[in-house]
């Protein structure tokens, strides 16, 4: 029986270590930089606290180590309305760990050490194929295991739960993982990764969504930072715009933006809706530092969207 609603976020923990610098070090160099802290991210985390947050009713797959930091991290993941039945204590190894640089113009760059989030087994997905196949949507990205993603979209795949990657970090995949896909959000950068096209304006865009759709997936969601998206469905695509914010670190701002579409989308919202509602916590997320600390919460986003007129 499939729970109306109900989303399964399947993905990675990590405690993000982050540093402000002026400018990114050359090699070699030695930069001081300043406002360090550790907060809590990871795709598939960062991804299931924006839909817990923005309202879903949602379930998340994932591993972290058997360490305070793992259980720190599942107590805050409670607090964010995410159901953490799912998540395996893995014994004898560390939660996942991601090392950021963030300069002066709110970019950055990151170093993963993946930790208990390369345990997240086929095995451990098998062992949730009950909630998978309950549920009616499964949000991926790719800093887990890329058989495990496979496996897990083909739980769903078999019983119509649709499936929802987000392809970050870049990577090429299997033409095989691409035709159990529904809906795909690539960043340009993903999107050239799998595609072959590089992405510069609106018309490569649709020549990306196009070779997408080629390999069996519906609906492409291309993100273009700044310039919002590239929403095309079965081949007719257009740019739907963002919000205009002075942003201050665009940490998790694809994180958020995943999270919330899908919880729009569940709730039933069309496509426009559901990327406007996903543009408004993504606009939020990077006005605030951190992953998971600058994630909206719905009265937050929809307080936003009232002001927009």
Sequence with gaps: MKTAGKLVVLGSINADHILNLDSFPSPGETVTGNQYQVAFGGKGANQAVAAGRSGASIAFIACTGDDDTGERVCQQLQRDNIDITPISVVKGEST????????GEGENVIGIHAGANAQLTTERVEAQRDIIAGAQALLMQLESPVESVLAAAKIAHENHTTVVLNPAPA?????????????????????????????????????????????????VIITLGSRGVWASVKGEGRRVAG???????????GDTF?????????????????????????????????????VP???????????QG
């Design 96 to 103: 996942g760990v991601a090392l950021i640089f963030v300069n």
């Design 297 to 307: 919460w719905r009265n937050e986003i929809d307080d936003f969207l009232s002001q």
């Design 171 to 219: 990577r090429v995949l299997s033409d095989e993982l691409l035709a159990l896909v529904d809906i795909i959000t690539p960043n340009e950068t993903e999107a050239e990764k799998l595609t072959g096209i590089r992405v510069e304006n609106d018309d490569d865009a649709a020549r990306a969504a196009k070779a997408l759709h080629d390999k069996g997936i519906e609906t």
């Design 243 to 253: 919000f205009r914010v002075k942003a201050i670190d665009t940490i998790a701002a």
């Design 258 to 294: 995943n999270g919330a579409l899908v919880t729009a989308l569940l709730e039933g919202s069309s496509l426009d809706d559901a990327i406007r509602f996903a543009h408004a916590a993504a606009a939020i997320a990077v006005t605030r530092k951190g992953a998971q600390p600058s």
